[in-house]
Nanobody
């Protein structure tokens, strides 16, 4: 079994910054892509940013230039540095990982989410 645990959410004023962290633990042979998603109330979950095991990144258009995703493979962790936050960034942010418990198969895992609230 694998667990992803997020931390770092909270309340911030518009224009402020937050850093989210996600740590994976359990039966881990390798973690492939890791990502952050968010889900605002009444909306579908959307990809915010993703990073491959080799460090290649991609971002949702509205966060480009403001958010930075990074990972520490030795710690099985992924981070999301969020700057110049906007009110529309208010959402529950979820960590996602493609985890191999052995050399063959990959399974998707989700964290339980962390609330980010941006006040305008």
């Amino acid at each position: 079994q694998v667990h992803l645990v997020e931390s770092g959410g909270g309340l911030v004023h518009a224009g402020g910054s937050l850093r989210l962290s996600c740590a994976a633990s359990g039966d881990i042979f390798k973690i492939n892509d890791m990502a952050w998603y968010r889900q605002a109330r009444g909306k579908q979950r959307e990809l915010v940013a993703a990073v491959t095991s080799g460090g290649m990144t991609r971002y949702e258009d509205s966060v480009k230039g403001r958010f930075t995703i990074s990972r520490d493979n030795a710690k099985n962790a992924v981070y999301l540095q969020m700057m110049r936050l906007k009110a529309e960034g208010t959402a529950v942010y979820y960590c996602h990982g493609g985890v191999q418990p052995g050399p063959k198969y990959e399974y998707e895992y989700w964290g339980r989410g962390t609330q980010v609230t941006v006040s305008s």
